[in-house]
Nanobody, 122 residues
Framework: QVQLVESGGGLVQAGGSLRLSCAAS????????MGWFRQAPGKEREFVAT????????YYAESVKGRFTISRDNAKNTVSLQMNSLKPEDTAVYYC???????????????WGQGTQVTVSS
């Protein structure tokens, strides 16, 4: 079973940038498709981005397309989410997740990290 730990969250002003990282232990990340999700207070968790095992298929939620970039480094066992042009509505707890499916739907993630808080001030 893979364990995931997110880092890189914090407080940033609107228009700023943050880079989130997700480190894996106990298993190699190259065996999993990876995703980023977020949950704002009082809202359901929502999909942000996903990347398959090789990094050849990447998808984004419409709300972050053009601003966020997901990437992975299988040699370092990490997945990252570069977030640019941040908006107050991006404020949420961000979670990374791992899926055993080759190209998972947003409902097919098997393992989750504890989350990291991102707060964007206006």
């Amino acid at each position: 079973q893979v364990q995931l730990v997110e880092s890189g969250g914090g407080l940033v002003q609107a228009g700023g940038s943050l880079r989130l990282s997700c480190a894996a232990s106990r298993r190699t990340l190259s065996s999993y498709a990876m995703g980023w999700f977020r949950q704002a207070p009082g809202k359901e968790r929502e999909f942000v981005a996903t990347i398959n095992r090789r990094g050849s298929n990447i998808y984004y939620a419409e709300s972050v397309k053009g601003r966020f970039t997901i990437s992975r480094d299988n040699a370092k066992n990490t997945v990252s989410l570069q977030m640019n042009s941040l908006k107050p509505e991006d404020t949420a707890v961000y979670y990374c997740a791992a899926s055993l499916a080759l190209n998972p739907s947003r409902y097919e993630y098997d393992y989750w990290g504890q989350g990291t808080q991102v707060t964007v001030s206006s």
